[in-house]
């Protein structure tokens, strides 16, 4: 267990976890629907656990975590890498909260539990992307104190044609100043 959050526990999983993670994508496939154009992969899963990073961006180490109440169900997943592009520099992959618990207040205490989580391990910022037209993403991570530093157009995402928006938030006291110092590519670009 990583950390606990009420009666839901954050848990890194592991390959065995795999055929769980890819039940949870199938059961909840909107934010794949929303980003991508299509219901998740058969595969989708086991590339959370298999896809690297571009060539030439460092980083420490990668997580993917599940969140899983006291019936040992998965609740919400996230995948996180840390020290990714500069040391402190965080970068969370996905968040996805199941479906049924849209609309019913669990994903910000979730999300505020995994950024503590990552602060005490060294995180002092954390970065994202989200997409575009994402409404209820890009209205949560505002929400969350997440700035945009950075758009990338043309990504192409399953069907779709996407712009990323690529969001940072300072979590240990230090400005997005230092941030985009460490992180010369996140300038702001249209």
Known sequence: MLFEIHDVQAIELQ??????????????????????????????????????????????????????????????????????????VWNLGLFIVETRQHGKGIARPLYDALETWMCAQGAKWIRLGVVEGNLRGERFWEGCGFIEVRRTVGIEMGTKIQTMRVMAKPVAGIGLDKYLESVPRDRLTR
């Open 15 to 88: 390959l065995e976890n795999i055929p769980e993670l890819q039940q949870f994508f199938d059961t909840n496939p909107e934010y794949f629907l929303a980003v991508t154009g299509q219901p998740p992969g058969r595969d989708q899963a086991n590339e959370e656990f298999v896809s690297e990073l571009p060539d030439g961006w460092p980083f420490t180490a990668k997580w993917a975590i599940g969140f899983v109440n006291a019936e040992r169900s998965m609740v919400a997943m996230a995948t996180v890498v840390s020290d990714i592009l500069a040391p402190g």
